[in-house]
């Protein structure tokens, strides 16, 4: 029988509490471990993940030296030794109450608070912690990010660019870089051509961020950086434009050689006509070029999901990308569940599937959810 995932707020609970616990007072001999886990788990069941991880950052802040160089000087001696390879912060997630200490009373010791913010980042992740230094102190935070562009560890040189994403996930968003992106670009200059793919795939992440609200400049950015000979280029283009060819813009698509119309033949069936919860509809799609040319084809799937009141809500999903020679023509298939996530709650109703070819929608079928199994 397979074992059901616990909730990922549930990672905070007490053993991680005296994990923490024990990692700090291996460097303050006066750290008192039980109050400090007591402090951590007062009514922890109730709180949420955030929540959870601001009472482990009051619980810390109670616990230490109270003035906060000092404070800081501990958790900073506290760390566990730098990552090794790119992509493990997810090793050390009990480390976020630090940056969240740093975060809520760090900004009247920039200096100290930079130097444990960069520490951090090397063995987990500085992302959210940075993000009120953005808001309050951007002249001297984005100077030294952008100095930071340059170091030695592929974990700093990330956190330039993703602690600076006007939209991260789970972060809080930074309004006055949505409104105005113009400080980030030249950290994104900086790290475009970096060796690391985990480096440069912040920064398309970062890209797609300030797509979803200046759409043409990210465009002309990415256009003047556009090299079709140089692979790592052509793959942070993708990625950044990638919500841009979602939605069909008509500059993304061209710019990676998706031209939009010309003569296509489509068909597009779905089955079976009725799905319950937890069950997959399957579509297959056959399309066919009309052309006397070769046409490069982005295949997206778009589904019109019923939500709550009668309303509707539109979701693009990839599904292939090809090439069709003239008089070509292909099927293709794939399955979609109908299962609920924790960002999409499902409606019983009539659902529609659409195919999206370079970014236009050419057919439609509709079957009908249950809702239940």
Known sequence: MKQERKPFKDSFDQQTAQTIAQQVSAVHKRFDQDTFVQRCCHQLKTLELQDRIKQFAAALRLSLPKPYPAAINVLVRSLPPPLERCEGFTNHFHLWPYGQLIAEHGLPHFEESFAAMTALTRCFSAEFAIRPFVESLPDQTFSRLQSLTQHDDAHVRRWCSEGTRPRLPWGRKLQALIDDPSPIFP???????????????????????????????????????????????????????????????????KLLGYRPGGKLDTALKVAPKRIALGQSVKMQATITNLEKSTRRLMIDYVVQYVRQGGKTGRKVFKWKTLELAAGQSCTIEKQ?????????????????????????VLQEAAFQFTGTP
């Open 187 to 253: 950290i994104l200059d900086a790290l475009v051509d970096d060796p690391e793919l985990y480096v440069r795939r912040s920064v398309a992440n970062n890209l797609n961020d300030i797509a979803k609200d200046h759409p043409d400049q990210i465009v002309d950015w990415v256009a003047e950086r556009y090299a079709p000979d140089q692979p790592h280029r052509v793959t942070l283009a993708t990625q950044a434009l990638r919500t841009l060819i979602k939605d069909g813009h008509p500059g993304a698509l």
């Open 336 to 360: 979609h569940p109908m299962k609920a996530t924790t960002v999409r709650r499902l409606y019983s109703g009539k659902h529609t599937v659409g195919l999206q070819i370079n970014g236009k």
